[in-house]
Nanobody
Framework: QVQLVESGGGLVQPGGSLRLSCAAS????????MRWYRQAPGKEREVVAA????????NYAASVKGRFTISRDNAKNTVYLQMSSLKSEDTAVYYC?????????????WGQGTQVTVSS
């Protein structure tokens, strides 16, 4: 069955770094664009970063641009989010998301999320 399994979250001090991973299975990973979302307590889920199927195009939310880097390894069916210069406002549950759009429809999948807490 389809699975997206995030890992790498945890507690980090302000200014620190973390690398999140999302391992995909049950679908053809290389055919799917990937995104990282996050949701802080009491706030709506927001997109953080996106990457195309080949990794040739990336986009970032303004709040993380220059601090976060999204990448993917299609041979390992894994997408990454390297986070640096972390701030308290980056505290959230981080989710990976897979999307493939066909004419007239598409498929999408969500991971279960991993908690990132930035605190001293």
């Amino acid at each position: 069955q389809v699975q997206l399994v995030e890992s790498g979250g945890g507690l980090v001090q302000p200014g620190g770094s973390l690398r999140l991973s999302c391992a995909a299975s049950g679908f053809t990973f290389s055919n799917y664009a990937m995104r990282w979302y996050r949701q802080a307590p009491g706030k709506e889920r927001e997109v953080v970063a996106a990457i195309s199927t080949t990794g040739g195009m990336t986009n970032y939310a303004a709040s993380v641009k220059g601090r976060f880097t999204i990448s993917r390894d299609n041979a390992k069916n894994t997408v990454y989010l390297q986070m640096s210069s972390l701030k308290s406002e980056d505290t959230a549950v981080y989710y990976c998301y897979a999307l493939r759009i066909y004419p007239g429809g598409g498929y999408d999948y969500w991971g279960q999320g991993t908690q990132v807490t930035v605190s001293s």
